[in-house]
């Protein structure tokens, strides 16, 4: 029931992500645009999840500005201020990304209504 529940959950959570027609309030994430010297290339990808209704999220590069796609909904993600690696998408979750010890990211960490899941970089 516990898997149910929190599955359904997710779906809520992760669907409605770019569905919201009324911005977040100002004072949850401070948003700002990353700075032209950062490489957003370097995130793109296939992201592995598990015990999310979905089992791959894919991040991309369009129009300059960093995507995410769940298979279902996509939109575009912003920079937050003051933490690398880190990206909102659309105040409904953060992600962050991973690095290894010679700084290739390798997996990302998505945040959504106070729970974590890892999720690993594929290929």
């Known amino acids: 029931m516990k898997t149910l529940v929190f599955t359904l959950a997710c779906t809520l959570s992760l669907s ?3 569905a919201a027609s009324t911005p977040a309030p100002a004072a949850a994430t401070v ?3 990353v700075a032209d010297s950062v490489d957003l290339n370097q995130y793109v990808g ?3 999840f598990e015990g999310l209704p979905f089992e791959f999220v894919t991040i991309a590069v369009k129009d300059g500005k ?3 796609d769940t298979g279902s909904e996509s939109g575009a993600m912003t920079a937050v ?3 690398a690696d880190t990206f909102d998408a659309a105040g409904r979750a953060t992600l962050k990304f991973k690095r290894d010890d010679t700084k290739k990211v390798t997996g990302v960490t998505l945040d959504a ?3 974590s899941f890892e ?3 594929e290929g």
Do not use: P, S
């Open 16 to 18: 409605t992500l770019y």
């Open 31 to 33: 948003q700002v645009a």
């Open 46 to 48: 296939k992201y592995k």
């Open 66 to 68: 960093l995507t995410i």
């Open 81 to 83: 201020k003051d933490a």
């Open 113 to 115: 209504q106070g729970m």
């Open 119 to 121: 999720g690993k970089k």
